[in-house]
């Protein structure tokens, strides 16, 4: 499968969707870290403030390597989305700390990188699997495309064919 299908990260409704499921996950992770209601309310934004930046940081990189990784393999795709993920999951934790959300104490880096990993191969498995079922539809569309050409052409021939029927023998 070609990644120019697979990784459409520069259409909006893509980014729209990984930003929406960054965020509900986020929200989901901030209630077990809250134990009141009152700092979920603290929590969750600065975790959204920290997370988008390393989204962002995904789906441009993608968006500009879409033509560059698009003869690649899926394996390699699978690879380049998760590594890029890695960084991405590694960059939100930067921002923590920068920030002092987070002590920055080693397993938080493992988990932020196994994190921004896990959440990019999702992201991944589903622009493939978006990609594949919109395969049917693109090759049917491409299809049509190529009759409407055909289409004009028989007509041309076969009026050619008509005018010089008349031009050599009127009569028949």
Request: aromatic share 6%; proline share 5%; charged share 10%.
């Given at each position: 499968m070609p990644l120019m299908a697979v990784f459409d990260a520069c259409h909006?409704?893509?980014?729209?969707?990984?930003v929406?499921?960054?965020a509900a996950l986020?929200?989901?992770?901030?209630?077990?870290?809250?134990?009141?209601?009152?700092?979920?309310?603290?929590?969750?934004?600065?975790?959204?403030?920290?997370?988008?930046?390393?989204?962002a940081l995904w789906l441009v990189v993608c968006c500009a390597a879409k033509r560059l990784l698009a003869r690649a393999s899926d394996l390699i795709q699978w690879t380049a989305g998760t590594g890029l993920g890695v960084i991405a999951g590694l960059l939100s934790m930067a921002m923590a700390a920068g920030l002092?959300?987070?002590?920055?104490a080693a397993?938080?880096?493992?988990?932020?990188?196994?994190?921004?990993?896990?959440?990019?191969?999702?992201?991944?498995?589903a622009l493939m699997w978006r990609a594949k079922a919109q395969m049917p539809a693109a090759t049917t569309a491409r299809l049509a495309e190529l009759?409407?050409?055909?289409?004009?052409?028989?007509?041309?021939?076969?009026?050619?064919?008509a005018?010089?029927?008349?031009?050599?023998d009127p009569q028949r």
């Amino acid at each position: 499968m070609p990644l120019m299908a697979v990784f459409d990260a520069c259409h909006p409704g893509v980014v729209l969707r990984a930003v929406l499921a960054v965020a509900a996950l986020l929200a989901v992770l901030a209630l077990f870290a809250a134990p009141r209601a009152s700092e979920w309310l603290v929590i969750y934004p600065v975790w959204v403030a920290c997370a988008i930046p390393g989204l962002a940081l995904w789906l441009v990189v993608c968006c500009a390597a879409k033509r560059l990784l698009a003869r690649a393999s899926d394996l390699i795709q699978w690879t380049a989305g998760t590594g890029l993920g890695v960084i991405a999951g590694l960059l939100s934790m930067a921002m923590a700390a920068g920030l002092g959300v987070s002590g920055g104490a080693a397993g938080q880096w493992l988990a932020a990188a196994l994190s921004g990993g896990m959440l990019a191969a999702a992201l991944v498995g589903a622009l493939m699997w978006r990609a594949k079922a919109q395969m049917p539809a693109a090759t049917t569309a491409r299809l049509a495309e190529l009759q409407s050409r055909i289409r004009p052409h028989f007509l041309f021939n076969a009026l050619n064919s008509a005018i010089s029927l008349v031009r050599d023998d009127p009569q028949r």
